[in-house]
């Protein structure tokens, strides 16, 4: 895929150690940099190609010494087959009923959200976030956002998934459901779902935000193949029999695309 070519130059800034929200005894730092302006989307679609993510109206990526634990994965949809358990998962979740949905918060959203965070996030930071914060994270965007909602028959909303769409593919942001719900694997259900759609609309890739292989709740990525990794030689494809990247990323933060300044 060809560089967008940007006019103007953009600023990028080192954030202040936090401890690792992923792996105790660490400390995360981050390149950030602000998405605005007419070119925000041309901004936003050169750094994911470099491995960058999305939070509201900031693209980052992490920039921590000494540790490359973070590593950017998505999707190639064309080779994408789901195994025997993601086909059962597949037709065990058909009475759900999917939804694309503009990025509007909504308290019913919310109450699903702060479900999520109180059973599998305790603690953390998102686990904190009122409604107010919570509509920020899905109405602050100066890209081609939408939300994906999961509902049952009687209009139950049992997951969503706050989701980028870019020329290349789609970008699962941030999703959460109904942690009641563990047999349905609903994260699964979820990035099957953003496969299939980005299938449909010609899109080569979903991106997954990081895979960290000594993170637990990161190594689900895996089960998803062909998978490519971002490293110091670019998307290079995953072994994902061994959780393996075949072009290990070395001890430095990303590198900034060569077309911004």
Known sequence: MDH????RPHFFFTTAPLPCPYIAGRLERKIVTELNGPEAEA????LSRAGFRRSHSIAYTPACPGCSACIPVRIVTAGFT?????????????DLI??????????EQYRLFARYQESRHAGGDMAQMGFYDYRSMVEDS???TFLVEFRQGDGTLVAACL??????????????YDPDMGRR?????????????????????????YWIPESRKMSYKTRFSPLEAFGPSGWR???TNFGAHCDAPSQRPREIPDNIA
């Open 163 to 176: 989701t980028d769409h870019m020329s290349d593919g789609l970008s699962a942001v941030y999703s959460f």
């Open 43 to 46: 901004l936003h679609e050169a």
């Open 142 to 144: 100066p890209i081609d």
């Open 82 to 94: 789901p195994d025997r358990t993601m086909r059962k998962l597949w037709r065990s979740n058909g």
């Open 4 to 7: 967008v070519p940007l006019k």
């Open 98 to 107: 999917a939804r694309r949905v503009p990025p509007r918060a909504t308290a």
């Open 237 to 239: 494809p995953v072994n």
């Open 185 to 209: 694997s609903l994260g699964t259900h979820v990035v099957n779902w953003l496969v299939n759609e980005a299938q449909s609309l010609g899109l080569p890739y979903v991106y997954l935000g």
